[in-house]
Antibody
Framework: QVQLQESGPGLVKPSGTLSLTCAVS??????????WSWVRQPPGKGLEWIGE???????TYNPSLKSRVTMSVDKSRNHFSLKLSSVTAADTAVYFC???????????WGQGTLVTVSS | EIVLTQSPGTLSLSPGERATLSCRAS???????LAWYQQKPGQAPRLLIY???SRATGIPDRFSGSGSGTDFTLTVSRLEPEDFAVYYC?????????FGQGTKVEIK
């Protein structure tokens, strides 16, 4: 059974950098069948796709966030990461990581982690 | 960017009734790259349907998806108490992947 678990600070100061990690268990992150994705959801609102990364480090980002987003993969730890720079209160959201099967969509998701941007 | 518009915003129904949810795309979603998710409060989205009409693993057959091009439908044939939730459509045929704004199915 594939499981994903997000971790990282729950509070980030404005203009700072949000950093999250997603630990994957039950499957190797090196599998060529999958990409690894981040999605966020502001409180009480809908879902926004942030981007995704392959096992080899290829990335595709949402153009609305592209200038501030960096994703990376750590094969030795079987996890992948998200960094979002220059955050504002508008970046306050629950952040989910998910597995994306190549040619399909996200099937396994983490439980999500709330990140609040506030001084 | 492909914009997805879901209707209605809220659907008030009783258990046992049929639910019909709509998702319209601003341009064609190539090769039926359309998924439906269910989300309950405090939980991650759960994949129900992919490829417009294929049920994900473990999804009951009361959930069905249909449509192509720009118009898609999710049908729940007979609502069970656990089906009251928010439903999102998502297209993954174009980049960026986009979601609809959601339809809330609430108990009448």
């Amino acid at each position: 059974q594939v499981q994903l678990q997000e971790s990282g600070p729950g509070l980030v100061k404005p203009s700072g950098t949000l950093s999250l990690t997603c630990a994957v268990s039950g499957e190797s992150i090196s599998s060529s069948n999958n990409w690894w994705s981040w999605v966020r959801q502001p409180p009480g609102k809908g879902l926004e796709w942030i981007g995704e990364i392959s096992h080899s480090g290829s990335t595709t980002y949402n153009p609305s966030l592209k200038s501030r987003v960096t994703m990376s993969v750590d094969k030795s730890r079987n996890h992948f990461s998200l960094k979002l720079s220059s955050v504002t209160a508008a970046d306050t959201a629950v952040y989910f990581c998910a597995r994306v099967v190549v040619g399909l969509t996200a099937d396994y998701w983490g439980q999500g982690t709330l990140v609040t941007v506030s001084s | 960017e492909i914009v997805l518009t879901q209707s209605p915003g809220t659907l008030s129904l009783s258990p046992g009734e049929r639910a019909t949810l709509s998702c319209r795309a601003s341009q064609s979603v190539g090769s039926r790259y359309l998924a439906w998710y269910q989300q309950k409060p405090g939980q991650a989205p759960r994949l129900l349907i992919y490829g417009a009409s294929s049920r994900a693993t473990g999804i009951p057959d009361r959930f069905s998806g249909s449509g192509s091009g720009t118009d898609f439908t999710l049908t729940v044939s007979r609502l069970e108490p656990e089906d009251f939730a928010v439903y999102y459509c998502q297209q993954y045929g174009g980049s960026p992947r986009t979601f609809g704004q959601g339809t809330k199915v609430e108990i009448k």
